[in-house]
């Protein structure tokens, strides 16, 4: 398997802007996270999916932020209206039940 | 809530010199521990586990042993490489909702020739 395949892996966009984020996860996996990491907060979990269900979306940080995994190979994290203190690197995981998490290796988001 | 602590870096340390990075954990129950590597522009790799007390994981020349007694999981490694220098995660999964991971803040090692 490729592993969790994160697209892209660079963005810059300027304040205002829509932003989507991709994920493919590893096939066969059940769970699928969304983490944030800055300097200041480290990593952070933004919401995870259970079977393409929403199980926990607490990390969100606001309704600029957007997720949907609309089957089990693919899942969406979108901000809009984008602001420059999304700018942060985004990681997409997966796993299987009770295993460990699987990373990709995340979109670096920079707003301007 | 759950939560895990971790030592503040970065940690610089020369080239065959041992390691440790202290780690702790609140948590009910009986958590799942990990520690995750990452390096310079990739994401999160798991290094080793321990899911129940005293059990010791180990890859890689590292180790770390699941201290329910002291709530900690602190890696240790007796040799450093420059190639072991990168960011290190500690992290837990709760008993009751084991995929739910929380992790620390990460310990930035620098190993120097």
Known sequence: DAGVIQSPRHEVTEMGQEVTLRCKPISGHDYLFWYRQTMMRGLELLIYFNNNVPIDDSGMPEDRFSAKMPNASFSTLKIQPSEPRDSAVY????????GEAFFGQGTRLTVV | GDSVTQME????LSEEAFLTINCTYTATGYPSLFWYVQYPGEGLQL????????????NKGFEATYRKETTSFHLEKG???VSDSAVYFCALSAQYNFNKFYFGSGTKLNVKP
């Open chain 2, 79 to 81: 040799s450093v490489q």
């Open chain 2, 47 to 58: 290094l080793l586990k321990a899911t129940k007390a005293d059990d010791k994981g180990s």
């Open chain 2, 9 to 12: 870096g970065p940690v610089t």
């Open chain 1, 91 to 98: 990681f997409c995981a997966s796993s299987l039940p009770q």
